[in-house]
């Protein structure tokens, strides 16, 4: 690691998620997360990727060897640098396009809409997976993949590189729908699956309250943004039972009162579908 400013983190399965320093080595199988104003300098002898702010990718750990290297980007911008060679070896994974390195210099920029490759010198070949679209992108050049894919890919510049039909094949990297890096700054926490967001797949947090008389139910949620919150109040004698649940992301809420004996019965579930998770995961 070249340099590092800002909020930077590395995180694997199985373990804790911690800042990024100079002089770090980024290690296969590892995903960088970098926070609003945090950016990154990885070098490689006279290689180089730069790492702009909210973004989240890996060096993948089962794609990546001596003669190749393949980067999986979930979101955010990232700059390559690579040296050329005769063959492809360097290949960078979106979850709407793939890019083929031989030797050059280029942005790609990951959000939750599309994908872009812009680039600066050398060649490019880029690949839509939904339409199968192919293009070999110089110099000025440029194309983009779009979430519904339904136009296959957009290209553009000084003049506008051949677009060719290819087959189609799935993506090897999830959307970008969750954020980066852990709420707390200051805190390593535990990576569970949704810490980041889960690199190459979308974790689901359940969180079930039920509140029985005057009780409160708390529902935890850690998953990457699909909160599932089902709060049962059920009154039973004199009281009102209220069930708060609070899924993360996207709440769906259901709850069922029954009101049974003398006074108000009244089960009164509310489930809030409202990213307010106090755990520190």
Known sequence: ???????????????????????????????????????????????????????????????????????????????????????????????????????????????????????????????????????????????????SGDAGLSVGGRTKPTVRKGPKRAPKVGLPDVAATPQKQQKAVKNRGGLFGGLFGNGNGNSNGNSNGNSNGNGNSNGNGNGNSNGNGNGNSNGNGNGNSNGNGNGNSNGNGNGNSNGNGNGNSNGNGNGGDDDDD
């Not at 800002?6 to 590892?30: C, D, L």
């Not at 979106?94 to 994908?115: C, E, I, S, W, Y």
């Open 1 to 147: 690691m070249k340099r590092v400013s800002g909020i930077v983190y590395f995180v694997s399965p199985g373990v804790e998620a911690y800042r990024v320093k100079k002089g770090m080595v980024f290690e296969k199988g590892f995903t960088m997360g970098t926070r609003a104003g945090g950016r990154a300098l990885i070098v490689r002898g006279e290689e180089t990727i730069s790492v702009g702010p909210n973004t989240t990718f890996a060096i993948s750990k089962y794609q990546s060897n001596r003669t190749k290297t393949t980067v999986l980007q979930r979101k955010g911008k990232v700059t390559v640098d690579v040296a050329k060679r005769e063959r492809p070896h360097f290949f960078v994974e979106t979850p709407f396009l793939a890019a083929v390195v031989k030797g050059t210099r280029f942005d790609v920029l990951v959000n939750n809409r599309q994908t872009k490759v812009s680039v600066e010198r050398g060649v490019v070949g880029v690949q839509d997976f939904k339409s199968g679209d192919r293009a070999d992108l110089g110099a000025g050049q440029n194309a983009a993949s779009t979430r």
